[in-house]
Each structure stands twice: as structure tokens, then as C-alpha cells.
């Protein structure tokens, strides 16, 4: 770590240094900083307000070895540990996949449906929770909702009862290690949210480095189109889901027709919705129940 050679250097020349470092990556200046802040345990805005403080060796130590990490293209939020969500901090590792701003699409939609029902039970189940932001959010957004998760990996959902306990929300989660394929799930519910895996599996290696060398193959593989998840979930939900429920799905950007084939070749859905996201892609399909 050439950086740490001669005498000592302040918090700015630091950071100029990481963001020469790390040119190749999407946001250099940006990772620099949420690096810096956590090798030193300060906020971001206190750490722009002392732009002239020394780093002891051991803090030093610490920045650049975050930054050689993140050279090697590994996530910001795998190194720190934490990432933030819906203005919320939540627990991440290898073993979950990194939350994206885009889900918070997902969980507004979720939230705007159930808005005019806040004093009954919402009864909800969360398909594939992963880091269990999901089933998080929402029994923080509703709190009369019971809410049951589930994940296929045990070590998922370690962190997703990590973070719900965080949350002061895991009394009413339940959450069950089952595959999204294969458990019977228990009914009836108001609402079904689920954001599965949806890369076409020869699509994994043509990700950045940060998500197919880093995040788990199991929460990004959507089979050899993407849709296989999609194609069990919708029938299933129909079934287990009250009069006019709501089914939620995440989507890849370009799989909006195709999810919406589905739904309607059911004809168990009605009310059928695109929402697409924060830069105007195809970002979640919302539909209700036809009685059965």
C-alpha cells in the first residue's frame, strides 16, 4: 500500500488517492467516502467536515485496506457489513443479495395499496426473503401486519432475524426455511410480495464483477429466461391468496409482457399493473385476484 509510505497525510489526500484507485468502479469518490467514514466510525457529514485530520496508522491501515478490497470489485456493503434501505441500516454478507434502491419501488407500491386498511391484520407473505428488507419494511409500515418469510438458505435467514430484531419487528415475522418451488404455503393472505430471482442464467456472467463474483448465484439465477420463479409463483399465489388480494412481483427490466402473459393466460388476476422505476424501467407488476 504505497499510500502509507513517507510521513503522514490527511483525511482529503486519502481520499483522493481512493478515488484514483478506484476509477474503474461505477462511483469512486462516493465508495471513497462511505469507506472512509467506516474505517474511522464517523458519519459522512462529519467526515467532510475535517478534511485536514491526520489518520494515525492504524486508521490508515484499516481505509487502505478497505480500498484494495474494493479494487478487487468487492460491494461497498459487503465490506462495511451494512446498507441502507428505505432511510434504514440492514445487516448484508455473501450470503444475501446487496438491497437495491429499485425494490424501494416495490415495497411503495406494497404500501400505497394497504394505505386505507392500517387498523386490520394485513396477513402477508414474503416469497425468497433474503436479508428480509421486504418483510422488514412492511411490518414497520403497517404495524398490524403479520408477516411470514421465507428463504431457502439457513444462513439468509440469519441475517434477515439479525435485521428484523434491529427493527424491533421479529415478533411478527415469522420466518421459515422452505424453497420457493417446492413448500406448500400456508393461507389465506392480503398480500403476497416477492422480489425472486430473474437473470437469464447465461446472462450471470455478463453482470459487474460486484454481483457474479460476490453476491450468491442462488438469489440472481432466474433460469434460462429468467422467468421460472415467475412461472410457479403466479398460479401458487392465486391460490393462496383472500378475495382481491394482491400479488407484488419484481422484474427484470425487460420482463413486464412476459410476466403479464402469465397473470392474464391465469385468468385468476385482475387489475393488472406495470410501475416502473426511478429511471423509467419496467420495474414491478402488480395485479389482484379474480374470486375463484
Same mark, same amino acid.
Given at each position: 500500500?504505497?499510500?502509507?509510505?513517507?510521513?503522514?497525510?490527511?483525511?482529503?489526500?486519502?481520499?483522493?488517492?481512493?478515488?484514483?484507485?478506484?476509477?474503474?468502479?461505477?462511483?469512486? &469518490?462516493? %465508495?471513497?467516502?462511505?469507506?472512509?467514514?467506516?474505517?474511522? %466510525?464517523?458519519?459522512?457529514?462529519?467526515?467532510?467536515?475535517?478534511?485536514?485530520?491526520?489518520?494515525?496508522?492504524?486508521?490508515?491501515?484499516?481505509?487502505?485496506?478497505?480500498?484494495?478490497?474494493?479494487? !478487487? &470489485?468487492?460491494?461497498?456493503?459487503?465490506i462495511t457489513g451494512i446498507q441502507e434501505f428505505w432511510s434504514l441500516e440492514f445487516a448484508v454478507n455473501d450470503k444475501v443479495l446487496t438491497p437495491?434502491?429499485?425494490?424501494?419501488?416495490?415495497?411503495?407500491?406494497?404500501?400505497?395499496?394497504?394505505?386505507?386498511?392500517?387498523?386490520?391484520?394485513?396477513?402477508?407473505? %414474503?416469497? /425468497?426473503? /433474503?436479508?428480509?428488507?421486504?418483510?422488514?419494511?412492511?411490518?414497520?409500515?403497517?404495524?398490524?401486519?403479520?408477516?411470514?418469510?421465507?428463504?431457502?438458505?439457513?444462513?439468509?435467514?440469519?441475517?434477515? &432475524?439479525?435485521?428484523?430484531?434491529?427493527?424491533?419487528?421479529?415478533?411478527?415475522?415469522?420466518?421459515?426455511?422452505?424453497?420457493?418451488?417446492?413448500t406448500d404455503w400456508q393461507r389465506p393472505y392480503h398480500l403476497i410480495v416477492s422480489n425472486p430471482p430473474y437473470i437469464e442464467s447465461e446472462n450471470?456472467?455478463?453482470?459487474?464483477?460486484?454481483?457474479?463474483?460476490?453476491?450468491?448465484?442462488?438469489?440472481?439465477?432466474?433460469?434460462?429466461?429468467?422467468?421460472?420463479?415467475?412461472?410457479?409463483?403466479?398460479?401458487?399465489?392465486?391460490?393462496? !391468496?383472500?378475495?382481491? /388480494?394482491?400479488?407484488?412481483?419484481?422484474?427484470?427490466?425487460?420482463?413486464?409482457?412476459?410476466?403479464?402473459?402469465?397473470?392474464?393466460?391465469?385468468?385468476?388476476?385482475?387489475?393488472?399493473?406495470?410501475?416502473?422505476?426511478?429511471?423509467?424501467? %419496467?420495474?414491478?407488476?402488480?395485479?389482484?385476484?379474480?374470486?375463484?
Amino acid at each position: 500500500m504505497e499510500v502509507l509510505a513517507g510521513t503522514k497525510m490527511t483525511l482529503s489526500s486519502y481520499l483522493e488517492w481512493a478515488q484514483h484507485k478506484l476509477a474503474e468502479v461505477a462511483s469512486p &469518490r462516493l %465508495d471513497a467516502e462511505v469507506l472512509m467514514a467506516h474505517s474511522l %466510525d464517523i458519519s459522512r457529514t462529519v467526515l467532510m467536515a475535517y478534511p485536514e485530520r491526520f489518520l494515525n496508522r492504524i486508521e490508515a491501515e484499516k481505509f487502505c485496506s478497505s480500498i484494495e478490497r474494493r479494487v !478487487l &470489485r468487492e460491494p461497498v456493503s459487503h465490506i462495511t457489513g451494512i446498507q441502507e434501505f428505505w432511510s434504514l441500516e440492514f445487516a448484508v454478507n455473501d450470503k444475501v443479495l446487496t438491497p437495491r434502491p429499485e425494490t424501494e419501488i416495490l415495497v411503495a407500491q406494497c404500501l400505497k395499496a394497504f394505505a386505507k386498511i392500517p387498523s386490520s391484520p394485513v396477513k402477508i407473505l %414474503d416469497l /425468497g426473503t /433474503g436479508s428480509g428488507i421486504l418483510a422488514i419494511v412492511l411490518a414497520k409500515e403497517l404495524s398490524q401486519s403479520l408477516v411470514t418469510a421465507i428463504d431457502n438458505s439457513a444462513q439468509s435467514l440469519e441475517v434477515a &432475524r439479525e435485521n428484523a430484531l434491529r427493527h424491533a419487528v421479529a415478533e411478527r415475522i415469522n420466518f421459515v426455511s422452505a424453497s420457493l418451488l417446492e413448500t406448500d404455503w400456508q393461507r389465506p393472505y392480503h398480500l403476497i410480495v416477492s422480489n425472486p430471482p430473474y437473470i437469464e442464467s447465461e446472462n450471470l456472467s455478463k453482470c459487474m464483477p460486484e454481483v457474479w463474483q460476490y453476491e450468491p448465484t442462488q438469489a440472481l439465477d432466474g433460469g434460462r429466461d429468467g422467468l421460472d420463479y415467475y412461472r410457479f409463483i403466479v398460479p401458487m399465489a392465486w391460490e393462496k !391468496l383472500e378475495e382481491n /388480494g394482491l400479488l407484488a412481483l419484481e422484474i427484470g427490466h425487460t420482463q413486464a409482457e412476459a410476466v403479464v402473459a402469465l397473470m392474464e393466460s391465469s385468468k385468476r388476476y385482475k387489475g393488472i399493473q406495470v410501475v416502473q422505476d426511478y429511471s423509467g424501467y %419496467d420495474r414491478v407488476v402488480l395485479a389482484r385476484t379474480v374470486n375463484g
